[in-house]
């Protein structure tokens, strides 16, 4: 009893305490005060509440789960007490305010805010809810605790009702968050009265949050999904074929009528996706498949971008003139002459060298643009301007939505170019050479030749991207092709999975389309990213949507069977 | 029959190290023999110079015909040579059926954007190739295995599946640096009768470096060992065993003035 009481207050405080720096930490930053203005249900929950109790519901989480074999009353009780101690800096910091910044002398040396500028009379405000010190800090406490127990419940509930809860409050969350363009989406479908339902303003009305727990609650009880699944395979094979037609139709349909759904801003936050989609699809091939690190995959965008501008520009340095489609295939080869010119002098090299010396090149091409030695042909730091639009049929894709499209087509072929490789024979050989070089040179796999193509294939993609990108917006400038564009495209495939094709796309919309949705926050979007990326390396290395290995041997488990009777047979 | 691969004055230095000094081997045309030694002799070194992993500093090998020191490991190997490691070395996130694909690649001839538009004779090679590595799978005895993640198979298995992977190149020549490592005495002897198998079965040429003498002396023909990187002695099985600076090698000199040796060799 007394190691299970020691176990027990030592676990409480320790993930109290680590709670309570993490809590201090996002005050510190500011990030809980600007994110309070972003309402998520009514105008009482938050975004700022949310930062404000994620160290208490986290702290809860973990003490309960190093808890996890004693009874449900004392891991609740746990989580209660770690949530309420992770309160325990942001409670002196309270005071620290009060004291240190709202009383101080204006004579004063020492000046708080001067060093932590965050710590402003308006957080205090915030942190006491304006009850005043003692009845305000007696309700953060309390609130730490109840949010300490909700944490914990996330460990001790049993599997069938955790999961309904975890999903139900992501729901809301999620909704709640983007209350103003899932809004948007539904006027557009002229449902007015079903806007006035579900949201008060600009965020989740009460009764609605609700709701919409119930509804994703009931559905994660009741199983809908593996219900669903086990249904789906009491299908003949070809009425399943039947379904997967129906639903491939059903998905470019959507696809389709997707940036008309969501309006101008969201349309634009598409065709960027659509963009770093089909980066990563490239670089997937040089990272995910070959193992070939490159970090300045941005280079091959910048060459895909400045080949089309000084091709078509209609400005003082475009001298050719060409139309968007005539320019679009010198683009894609110049990114692919780039492609072979960095693969020579590097590939003898591995790993961190490689990785080294990409990034140098990456910046090069950008330090390039912006001398004066090529100023003539790109413009130095004034870049090139007056890009023309695309133009079909007499049709010219001025808008987000048209060029959405454009976008979704590169992409679709970036996809269906990477599918057909990896599964073909060029495929093996990236992937033998990802694995072991040496071994895979020594399986008569030419290196230099398997090497190259990877290069030029990925910077193909990037080039395209590149020149749709610059005809998108219109005038290019170096500075738009810095380092992060390489660092955004390795990130999205690595959240996403090396070497899979959906995590591209689901590492896109959560690096790319994300912070786009939240653009008054970008302050603190590469906080965002390093955290994002620190997590997933310790709790999903193999990322969000990893790869899964084809079966080619025995296609399904009847041929198994059949393989393991003929097997007994034969002994 | 002849010599399928013969060395001459094979020598690899490291600076001031002679690995492998004026080594010389004549291996007959589907045979089986070894290259024996203590630990540290130069045998792999040896084996990296005839594969490509090392250029040799001096000498001349001769694999069929052509002279092959000097070429990259991939031109070694679509001459015919194929070989296995000391240490398995298979493609680890790779399943099985993919590691044998692998190895046919010196086979394959379409050319790497047919897979785009999946041409007929695309869809054709690849049928076969699938339908060879499964043959060679099975021949190997893991078949069911197939789609399993290579590391993910027990030892003896990967063990095999490296051999078939060698075999997929369809060689005259194998080689296999200590296959029976970390086997038990029952696993070595059922490896022993494989190669044979393959010897018998597919004509294949074996040369084998391998420490348990019980499977040395069993399956090969000729044996070479080799101290210091140079050659001390050659011969069958029964002459090697015989011989005084063989057993000085092992055991050292004074073990090997004790030992009576015309009575061991008689035994055997």
Known sequence: MNILKENFRTTMLRFGLVGSIVALYLAAVGMIETFAPRMLIGTSITLGHVFLLLAAVGSGFFSARELKEHSLGITATAGFISGAVSSLFLVILTFVIQFFVIQADQGSIFKLREMFVNFSPTLLEFLTFGKGLILGNILLIGLFGIMGVLGASFSFLPKRIRKGWINGLAWVFGIGLFSENVGQIFREFNGTSLNKLLFTGKS?????????????????????????????????????????LIFTVLGILFLVALPWMVGLFLSQALFIIGMYVMMGLGLNIVVGYAGLLDLGY???????????????????????????????????????????????????????????????????????????????????????LHIPQPELFGLVLDSPQLMYYLVVLGALLAAFVTIRLRDSRLGRQWMAMREDEDVAEAM????????????????????????????????????????????????????????SIPGVI???????????????????????????????????PEGFWPEKRRRQELKDERDRQLASQTAELEN | MGAILSTHKV???????????????????????????????????????????????????????????????????????????????LFSKMTAIENILVGQHPHLKTLWFEALYKSRRFLKEEAEALEESIRLLNFVGLSGMGDHVAHNLPYGAQRRLEIARALASKPKLLLL??????????????????????????????????????????????????????????????????????????????????????EEGEEA
């Open chain 1, 298 to 384: 941005v280079a091959f965008f910048a060459f895909g971008a400045y080949t089309m501008g000084i091709l078509t520009s209609t400005g003082e340095l475009g001298r050719v003139g060409f139309s968007f489609w005539a320019a679009l295939p010198f683009a894609v080869l110049a990114g692919v002459l780039w492609g072979l010119l960095l693969g020579f002098p590097v590939l003898r090299m591995r790993g961190d060298y490689l990785a080294i010396v990409t990034l140098g090149f990456g910046e090069i091409i950008r330090i390039m643009a912006l001398s004066n030695w090529l100023a003539s042909l790109g413009g130095g730091a004034q870049g090139i």
């Open chain 2, 11 to 89: 020598t690899k230095r490291f600076g001031g190290l002679v690995a492998v000094n004026s080594f010389e081997i004549d291996v007959q045309e589907q045979s089986i023999s070894s290259v024996i030694g203590p630990n540290g002799a130069g045998k792999t070194t040896f084996f990296n110079c005839i594969t490509g992993f090392y250029t040799p500093t001096e000498g001349e090998i001769i694999f069929d015909g052509h002279y092959i020191q000097g070429l990259s490991t991939d031109r070694v190997t679509q001459k015919g040579i194929s070989r296995t490691y000391q240490n398995i070395r």
């Open chain 1, 204 to 244: 989740l009305n009460p009764i609605a949050a609700l709701l919409i727990f119930a509804i994703v609650f009931a559905a994660g009880y009741y199983g809908v999904k593996t219900a669903t699944n086990n249904k789906w395979k009491t299908f003949s094979p070809d009425q399943q074929k039947q379904g997967r």
């Open chain 1, 506 to 540: 689901v590492g896109a919309i959560i690096l790319i389309g994300l912070p786009e949705m939240l653009r008054e926050f970008a302050e603190y979007r590469l906080l965002m990213y390093g955290f994002l990326l620190i997590i997933m390396m310790i709790a999903k």
């Open chain 1, 444 to 499: 008569g796999i030419n290196l230099v030749q398997t090497k190259l193509l990877a290069f030029s294939i990925g910077a193909a993609f990037s080039a395209l991207a590149g020149a749709i990108f610059a005809a998108r917006i219109g005038n290019i400038f170096p500075h738009s092709f810095n380092i992060l564009i390489s660092m955004n495209a390795i990130s999205l495939i690595i959240v996403g999975g090396l070497g």
């Open chain 2, 177 to 262: 640096d200590e296959p029976t490592a970390g086997m038990n005495p029952n696993e070595s002897v059922e490896l022993m009768h494989f190669i044979r198998r393959l010897r018998d079965e597919l004509g294949i040429t074996i040369l084998l470096i391998e420490h348990d003498m019980k499977v040395v002396m069993g399956i090969s023909e000729e044996i070479w060992v080799m101290d210091f990187g140079g050659k001390i002695a050659e011969g069958t099985p029964l002459q090697i065993q015989r011989n005084p600076r063989v057993i000085e090698a092992y055991l050292g000199r004074g073990a090997a003035s004790g030992l009576n040796l015309t």
